[in-house]
């Protein structure tokens, strides 16, 4: 089993749509989770980090249950302009060793 | 501002000469990652400098070194690349202990002849 496992998608909305993405994390001590933006041929940036339950940041929602070992990811009224691939990322402390693990990513396109 | 500037951004080499690809900070973060990426796929780490300890990955090959001379310069060396090693190869930067969150750089692209 994959440490991070996304759904790769690719997942196809029209504009104003609501879209969510789930992740699954297999650490159940991994203990800070990020959700990450790459748009084509371009580096990660941070969307948001989800350090409790959960939390909202204008049309993005994350939400965390550490119960079921998952993050997801809801976008409301999409924008064109949303259309990236994002990337789940687990923070997690191995033998005194801190780790960021991604997952593969899920590709969202808006349609206009 | 860029805060973590990767040079170049496109790089070409050929088959077994090798390459350095250059990663320098602004945030003076403790923390210094390199990943390779390729496409569709997720950010592969390759090794991760804790200050001045070296961490490598398990599975990273040889061909793949790093220098980390000071804190705002980090390297990675490709001693004999191969067709395989064409990827964007991604410097990140964080600071334990603290937020935990990766500044990526832009990125070098490298290619393979």
């Known amino acids: 089993r994959k440490e991070v496992e996304q759904d790769p998608g690719p997942f196809n909305v029209p504009e104003g749509a609501t879209v969510a993405f789930n992740c699954t994390y297999s650490?159940?001590?991994?203990?800070?989770f990020f959700w990450y933006r790459q748009d084509c041929r371009k580096e990660p940036k941070l969307l948001m980090s989800v350090y409790s339950s959960g939390n909202e940041d204008g049309r993005f929602t994350a939400q965390l249950n550490r119960a079921s070992q998952y993050i997801s990811l809801l976008i409301r009224d999409s924008k064109l302009s949303d259309s990236a691939t994002y990337l789940c990322?687990?923070?997690?402390?191995?033998?005194?060793?801190?780790?960021?693990?991604f997952g593969t990513g899920t590709r969202l396109t808006i349609i206009p | 501002d860029a805060m973590v500037i990767q040079n170049p951004r496109y790089q070409v080499t050929q088959f077994g000469k090798p390459v350095t690809l250059s990663c320098s900070q602004t945030?003076?973060?403790?923390?210094m990652y390199w990943y390779q990426q390729k496409s569709s796929q997720a950010p592969k780490l390759l090794f991760h400098y804790y200050d001045k300890d070296f961490n490598n990955e398990a599975d990273t090959p040889d061909n793949f070194q790093s220098r980390r001379p000071n804190t705002s310069f980090c390297f990675l060396d490709i001693r004999s690349p191969g067709l395989g090693d064409a990827a964007m190869y991604l410097c990140a930067t964080s600071n334990w202990g603290g937020e935990n969150i990766q500044y990526f750089g832009a990125g070098t692209r490298l290619s393979v002849l």
């Open positions: 990322v687990v923070h997690s402390i191995n033998f005194g060793n801190e780790k960021l693990t």
């Open positions: 650490n159940s001590a991994s203990q800070s």
């Open positions: 945030l003076n973060h403790n923390v």
